[in-house]
């Protein structure tokens, strides 16, 4: 076997990291909005599929990638809102809803999908850091795409803006305690609602990053659940926005191990590595959810506490 | 009842005319309507094997008397069977194509049981005379002279001779075309190396891209695979400026500066065969298999990037083996570990079904099952 060249290796991780890394940060940062405020949101999935069809469908239309991100952005956002709206009902569980809305999502993204299979929409610009480079691989490596600055500022912005603005406090609040922010007067539903859609809003631009830019084509089976494990993500994140980002990069790294050691070849046991995000999941899940232990900074309305 | 009027009788009369004069057994198969039903696994627009049978339904579409209804995503699982079913008792389907591997066992040859006036062409599965029942059939294409074919271009077209190849799942229909890619390649230079990548499922175009940017950043510049849409890899070699060779459709119009050449079902020929068949009352043919030369697959036209030189050594090895003079696996062949696998003056044909069973990487492979 040929010497293995861990500098390749390390660059192709890095870079894996935030190519495939992005979408889990704008899923993990909305889901993360969503269950500040009390509620959980699996249809992120289904959204995420909508986000990807529907961004990819209107910058074909318009030849314009950044208004097929806005609409990609404003579909999850309409998703978002109606999961906000419909389990403000009395008895609606929202995860069971949110079941039904990855179900809602796929089956209306594929639906409407199907005219856009075949065309080819432009894509998201990039930035290119490597140019100083000679090496193209290191080019390649560092040409990130504009939507992961966006989506470390608006980390920063969400972890400053929980703790020190009146609306993150207010949405904290009835995350943690909804019979208390009713008696101050605030209205838990529509907060909650508010932040669902905010959060299906960024869960639909994660879905334009897939399909504009990175693998950058429409096709049905793009998403393979990458929605449902940035939920798990929230978890693993403590609903910490600035822990989603380092959570993100580690899974977006784990996505990519598995071709870039088969490529440098180490090629034995590849079925392990192709299965390691699911493994940290799991471990994760361990680790933090052990009978003895109990969730430490998860939100106190959330179902799955009550 | 109405009167017969003097226009609809010289139309009959012309129609009987018409038919009098043409051969007895052809106007009697065009004139037999059949209802035909097409399944597929995934989107049949997808760039890849999906869109390959597709294409091929299209045309079987416009024969005359032929109706054909189409079902899409449909998966390998029971609702296979209630798509056969509904295609049978709604729409009265006489024959059925479901074209995806894992329909055969148990779901077609279920409900080919239960519907023996039916006929069912599964394509890619191993159907045996005793076995599965009469109704039920298996056609399958030789691709791997395709990929062989791709290999001889893209061994002229490397200039870093390391090539690179995204595969799924290790099963023999993948390890053949793979080895037949990296065979070809080294018949034009034996110090040419392919790298492949398991992504471990049909469609994962995230891991698909991950895998081409790996290959890429390896120094591989030329990248095929074999996984459901080729899209993905294809629009990524092309962005960053690599050579790719095609399968299952041509994905031609994805890259048109590194597109070299790429290995195509051409499913029309089983497909018409089968029709044909139906129409005319013939019996029905449970077991075809073809290659370039019966029609079953073909070549993508060569991309502009590719030398006259590439062109002229591809061409000669693909009329011999239209003339079946060309075997891809003639011995010796050695396994990456070094391991004979093929013993010197062996000569596997195309239909030998050691090939059906493969389960090594030829030496060059870079890479473990």
Not at chain 1, 172 to 181: I, K, N, P, W
Not at chain 2, 102 to 130: M, N, S, T
Not at chain 2, 311 to 336: H, Q, W, Y
Request: with cysteine.
């Amino acid at each position: 076997m040929a010497e293995i060249d861990y500098s390749v290796l390390l660059l192709a991780l890095l870079a894996g990291a935030i190519r495939v890394g992005t979408p889990f940060l704008f899923v993990s940062l909305g889901e993360c909005l969503t269950e500040k405020g009390g509620r959980i949101n699996l249809g992120l999935e289904g959204i995420l599929v909508v986000g990807a069809m529907s961004g990819y469908a209107v910058a074909y239309l318009t030849d314009s990638a950044w208004l097929g991100v806005l609409a990609a952005g404003c579909a999850g956002g309409a998703l978002g809102a109606f999961h906000g709206v419909i389990c403000s009902l009395p008895r609606v569980n929202d995860i069971a809803f949110g079941i039904a809305l990855i179900l809602l999502g796929t089956g209306l993204a594929f639906f409407f999908g199907k005219a856009f299979i075949q065309p080819q929409a432009p894509s998201l610009p990039s930035i290119e850091l490597g140019a100083w480079s000679d090496d193209a691989r290191v080019r390649s490596a560092l040409s990130v795409n504009v939507l992961f600055f966006i989506g470390v500022a608006l980390t920063l912005l969400m972890h400053w803006g929980l703790r020190a603005t009146r609306w993150g406090l207010v949405l904290r609040l009835v995350g943690d305690h909804a019979q208390s922010a009713r008696a101050l007067g605030y209205r838990p539903a529509l907060v909650r609602t508010l932040a669902t859609a905010g959060g299906g809003f960024l869960a639909g631009v994660g879905g334009a990053y897939l399909s504009l830019y990175y693998p950058g084509s429409w096709n049905e089976g793009l998403s393979s659940g990458q929605g449902l494990m940035a939920v798990a993500l929230v978890i693993f994140a403590r609903w910490q926005p600035l822990n989603c980002l380092w959570a993100a990069l580690l899974f977006g790294a784990s996505g990519a191990v598995g071709p870039a050691l088969q490529a440098v070849g180490i090629s034995s046991g590849y079925y392990l590595f192709a299965a390691m995000p699911y493994a940290l999941t799991l471990l994760v899940m361990y680790l933090s959810c052990r009978p003895n232990q109990t969730l430490s900074g998860a939100p106190g309305e959330l179902s799955l506490n009550r | 009842m109405p009167i017969l009027n003097r226009r609809s009788f010289i139309k009959a009369a012309g129609v009987l005319g018409a038919s009098a004069a043409l051969p007895v057994n052809l106007a009697r198969a065009a004139d037999k309507p059949v209802t035909v039903g097409f399944i597929y696994v995934g989107a049949k627009d997808d760039f890849g094997y999906n869109q390959a049978h597709a294409e091929a339904a299209a045309i079987i579409k416009g024969l005359p008397n032929v109706t054909v209804i189409e079902e899409e995503n449909v998966p390998e699982t029971v609702a296979v069977q209630r798509s056969m079913e509904a295609m049978i008792r709604q729409d009265g389907a006489q024959l059925i194509f479901p074209t995806s591997f894992g329909y055969f066992d148990p779901h077609v040859i279920k409900v080919a049981r239960k519907y023996p006036e039916v006929r069912f062409a599964h394509c890619g599965g191993l159907w045996q005379k005793g076995v599965h029942p009469d109704n039920a059939g298996s056609f399958f294409g030789y691709i791997d002279e395709g990929q062989y074919l791709n290999g001889v271009v893209a061994g002229h077209m490397s200039k870093s001779k390391k090539l690179g190849f995204v595969a799924a799942k290790p099963i023999p229909q993948v390890l053949r075309n793979l080895n037949a890619f990296t065979l070809g390649a080294r018949s034009v230079d034996p110090e040419i190396t392919t790298t492949v990548i398991f992504t471990g499922d049909w469609s994962l175009p995230v891991k698909e891209a991950e895998a081409a940017n790996s290959l890429i950043d390896q120094g591989c510049d030329v990248l095929t695979c074999h996984v459901d849409g080729p899209k993905v890899l294809v629009e990524t070699a092309e962005k960053r400026g690599v050579m790719t060779c095609g399968y299952h459709a041509s994905q031609a119009a994805l890259a048109p500066k590194g597109y070299l050449t790429g290995a195509e079902w051409n499913w029309e020929t089983p497909y018409r065969a089968h029709v044909m068949a139906l129409q005319s009352g013939a019996p029905m043919n449970n077991f075809m298999r073809g290659g370039l030369k019966e029609g079953f697959v073909k070549t993508s036209p060569y991309g502009p990037a590719v030398s006259d030189a590439a062109k002229a050594a591809a061409d000669a090895v693909k009329a011999s083996m239209l003339k079946c003079e060309f075997s891809i696996f003639t011995g010796p062949i050695r396994n990456n570990a070094g391991e004979v696998m093929v013993a010197e003056g062996t000569v596997l044909t195309q239909t030998d079904v050691v090939l059906e069973r493969m389960d090594y990487l030829v030496e060059g492979v870079r890479g473990q099952i």
